[in-house]
């Protein structure tokens, strides 16, 4: 039976709950790290949006991010604006280069979308790069400040950390709302089988514009985000790495499990910043992400629930199995 | 006027003239069968009705409304749904949402509206529930709503793809082999469930191989070989019919089977 607080829901009070206390507990650098979490969180669940229900496998997912980024950095260095402006401009721009982005996708399916929106990222990093008068190019914009809402500037990481907390909130629900109605199980009939889905008219274009345009717009808040905690933006952060570190994530997760999405954020956070400590494993963490992609694939898709439980005694019967024939040879 | 009326349609790839020239009309309230050796061009048929194709010539008149190379989605609001020949459910979505899906054009809030819950989400949530319960109820599968929909038996899949077609309430309901893969008796059940659907719908278009159950049930049936239409008439009209047999058999073949007789 469906019932109206399910498991995920449950698990993403209680992850709600966790962060809401974790000022309290944590010391700045810790808190920082968790900072962090929150907009891998935004991040990931807006790709989640654009591979898990709308079925499109995106290399290319930084270029948002690193959009909403500079965004909101060059507004404030060029005009000195606050957030509260820039958080408009940000959403206006990284929706539309979303719009631009699915314009293509009229023409093309499968794997060549994965291609154009590698190369899109491409583009975008290029034209920061390049683009001297506005981004300042190679250098990247330095000493952004703090956020700052209607002329009150937030004073410690605390009240930032409380602040993306509200995104995390807000992006899951509407993700939620979202999958819930019908534009999202239209979405999730054009991933399951685009004929089929076209034959009961879903019109295919539109729904790809409109959830390339949505999860564009929530990867540049993230990113915007990003901009302020780090106070400086340069376009070397922004390179394909992100994107795949943002894949992983989802995968992790589970695809179109958003709450998968906010555990995958956390693991995938922390788990390098732990690893820090013993420097041969940090160099080769990229590694480490590749492999727990693999075995996760391999695992069923999807961490929370019963379906890791289910994926490790198979992944052990398997052993076994191998094992045992070895034996016999 | 008929329900259906296909006046000269004819389609070209490239070379190949995949359908010839073929007309027909559907009366209300019967089943109609298309019926051929493989590579008829049956399905083409049903994929430029349905708008998937555009036709090179002719016309589609759908009660009295012309509908030739209009898109699918004003195909299905005009009132034509379909199933497939290779059963095409939405495989990662429950029972109750494939339902959903076959309803949306019908539910009348847009993309806007779904990111938020409003009066109007949520009325029209609470109808398209109450309908899929009547669906569901009407193809027997009320006790597997939250399943996923592959995980069904192979003739309940069948029938959830007849409920996702029949849920979009159209005048004409175009079934692609239904009976593919059954044995005879989930085949005699099927017909039986067919012939009740005339309840639900206007028209019945229905391509089929198995020549037991097309004879069986249908009102009409129309011959098409290499695209063209051989014969058209009752099912006796058309067993009896030199060219048809020619077709299935072979021009040997018919006429071993005329000296059998």
Redesign the interface.
Known sequence: ??KYLDTRTIIFLIIMAGMAVAPFLTNPYQLRILISCELNMIFAMSLNLLMGIGGTVSFGHAAFYSIGAYTTACLWYHFGWDYSTNFLLVVLITGLAGLLLALPMSRITGRYVTIITLSFAEIVNLIIRNWDPVTLGQMGIVGIPNITLFGYRFKTKIQFFYFALIFVFITYI?MK??VD??????L??M???S?????????LF??KV?VFT?SAIFAGIAGSLYAHLMTYVEPATFNANLSFTCISIVVVGGL?NFTGTLIGALFLTILPEYLRRFDFLFKYRMIAYGLVLVIVMWLNHSIPGLKLKQGFAAFFRKLLHRKAAEEEV | MSLLEVKNLTIRFGGLVAVDDLSFTMEEGQITSLIGPNGAGKTTVINLL?G?YTPNEGKVILDGEDITGA???I???KGLS?T?QNI??????TVE?NI???M??R?G???FL????NPK?IE??KRAKEETTAILERVDLSKYR?EKSTSLPYGKQRKLEIG?ALV?KPKILLLDEPAAGMNPVEKKELSLFIRSLLKDVKGILLIEHDMKLVMDISDKIVVLNHGAKICEGKPEEVQNNQEVIEAYLGRKGAHNNAASK
């Open positions: 039976m469906k509407l709302w979202l109605s019908k534009l999202g199980r239209n999730q009939a991933r399951d089988d004929i089929a889905a076209e034959a009961m008219g879903i019109r539109p729904n409109i949505i179109g | 349905t998937f898109s699918t989605d195909v299905v609001s379909r497939f095409r459910l939405f495989s990662n979505m949402d959903l899906i076959g949306q054009h539910i809030y847009g993309s779904s990111l938020f819950p989400k029209w949530e939250y996702r979009a």
